[in-house]
């Protein structure tokens, strides 16, 4: 049998971690198994559907990279993908039940439902264990309920639970998991009152017609599962293989909520993210892979994915791991991707100055945030490797090498000072580094620019660290800052040698 999964988010809210996790492993299940991987919009619930959601879903996936092979924009021959599309199908096969003695129709007005449904609630506290929906129109003959409904009475169709029995079904990971039929949801709604579907019939009926043969999705479902299965009985369907993933949570212990930090996809992205990251992150949160490897591509995860890898366990979210992650796929970048990410960081910083200013080369409205002229870009992607290794977000970029666009101010003298050092002596180390500054912009590289100044310390015995600090600090206004000989570079001799007189007019005059 070919697997066919699925995912299939109700466009309710914005995507986050959760949704994406399940997507992800459907995906890779699929992927690993040469299966079809399939999108479904359960959009039924009508009161809580906003379209924004359902544009936040195609953009997320499409950041991220992960396609489906069926699907509302792409087509299958299960279509359509949208269950508000689909609701002629459910109503039908609601019917069918009703009409083989699976199913029935329920008269009952809300004000009775919800009247029996308190009732009951305020009897648990005396020991009953009664919930929900009484069966009050279970027995109604079929002749004369069928009569009624076809008079026109306001109804639903609820689905009649076998009563006595015991329902089993083998979860994927959890194992065997049984369930009395006596305390499932008492014969629950599948057709509303308005005709919609509720999520258990749309569900069920979907997976079946689309021959969806895994199940993945997340374990607060569990519960509904018992349900599923004496649904797929009642309609005479093999129920899919279930797999129910183990739950994401914050790190202490509780589900993962906004409390524990951002949540939403979006979030992420704003944050400066790459979405490889992410994506290698989430891969990783249930599932155990090689032991001490923990950078997969797309490919490879497509390549291991298995369920024999899925944990128990809920899963722990860790920011700081993510980080991490984010950090390493910075580090595989190359200059020109680095620059292509890190650019509209960098633009609406206003790095390169405003729109029809002295410092602009772009000619957009004047007063907004300026695009890099060719030289600005140049100088740009030439900086990439000197931060490249001290980025965690892409955001950071644009404050690490302001000191390449403009001239940055000059901070406290006590700055210039190396340590043990007093003020005079710094001047004659800048004085010194001044004579340096033009062979070191013009060093081929860093190894080149080492060896020579490491030569001129020793030659006018001086540490190699209390001659680079005053530099360093003249060049780019900080003794923390990326590396000093690529900046010699980059700013070339005469606007270093500039900084540098400055900086000694500075502190003479101290
Ligand atoms: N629409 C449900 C959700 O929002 C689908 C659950 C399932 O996968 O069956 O998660
Ligand atoms: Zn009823």
């Avoid at 979030?267 to 992410?278: C, M, N, S």
């Amino acid at each position: 049998m070919n697997t066919r999964d699925r995912y299939a988010p109700s466009p309710t809210g914005l995507q986050h971690i959760g949704g994406i996790r399940t997507a992800l492993f459907n995906y890779l299940f699929a992927r690993s198994q040469g299966g079809t991987f399939i999108l479904r919009l359960e959009d039924t619930d009508r009161t809580r559907f906003d379209h924004n959601f359902v544009q936040n879903l195609y953009d997320t996936f499409a950041w991220l990279g992960i396609k489906w092979d069926e699907g509302p924009d792409v087509g299958g021959t299960a279509a359509p993908y949208i269950q508000s599309e689909r609701t002629a199908l459910y109503k039908k096969y609601a019917e069918d039940l009703v009409s083989r003695g699976q199913g029935y129709y329920c008269f009952c007005s809300a004000e009775r439902i919800e009247k029996v449904r308190q009732e009951r609630e305020a009897a648990q506290s005396g020991g009953s264990h009664e919930t929900g929906y009484d069966r009050h129109c279970r027995d109604i003959p079929a002749a004369e309920a069928a009569k009624r409904a076809a008079s026109g009475e306001a109804h639903t169709i609820r689905l009649k639970i076998p009563l006595g029995e015991v329902t089993r079904f083998q979860d994927q990971l959890l194992g065997e998991i049984e369930w009395k039929n006596d305390d499932v949801n008492p014969d629950p709604v599948l057709l509303k009152t308005d005709g919609f579907p509720t999520y258990h019939l749309a569900n069920i009926v979907d997976d079946h017609l689309m021959e969806i043969s895994h199940v993945l999705r997340a374990q607060e479902w569990l519960s509904s599962t018992p349900l599923h299965v004496i649904m797929y009985k009642s309609f005479g369907w093999p129920p899919p293989q279930f797999c129910h993933l183990p739950m994401v949570m914050g790190h202490d212990g509780k589900k993962l909520s906004k409390r524990h930090g951002a949540t939403s996809i979006d979030e992420f992205r704003r944050q400066g993210y790459l979405p490889e990251a992410l994506i290698n992150y989430v891969a990783m949160l249930g599932a155990s892979y090689e032991e001490g490897k923990d950078i997969y591509t797309l490919g490879e995860l497509e390549e291991r994915f298995s369920l024999d890898k899925l944990n128990k366990a809920p899963a722990i979210f860790d920011y700081k791991k993510l980080e991490w992650y984010n950090g390493q796929y910075i580090r595989m970048k190359s200059d020109e991707e680095l620059t292509a990410l890190c650019l509209p960081y960098a633009i609406s910083a206003g790095l390169f100055g405003k729109a029809g200013g002295a410092n602009s080369g772009s000619p957009a409205e004047p007063g907004s945030p300026a695009e890099p002229s060719t030289e600005q870009r140049a100088v740009f992607t030439a900086a990439m490797p000197l931060i490249r290794e001290r980025l965690t977000f892409l955001y950071e970029a644009p404050e690490k090498i302001a000191y390449l666009f403009s001239e940055p101010a000059l901070p406290a003298a006590e700055e210039f000072i190396p340590k043990k050092a007093d003020l005079a002596q710094t001047v004659a180390l800048l004085r010194l580094g001044q004579t340096l500054v033009q062979p070191l912009a013009e060093a081929a590289n860093d190894e080149q620019a080492e060896i020579f100044i490491k030569e001129q310390a020793e030659k006018n015995a001086v540490k190699l660290g209390d001659l680079m600090m005053p530099l360093r600090v003249a060049i780019t206004g900080s003794r923390v800052s990326p590396p000093l000989f690529g900046s010699l570079r980059i700013l070339g001799v005469q606007c270093s040698k500039e900084r540098v007189n400055k900086a000694l007019a500075y502190l003479e005059q101290k």
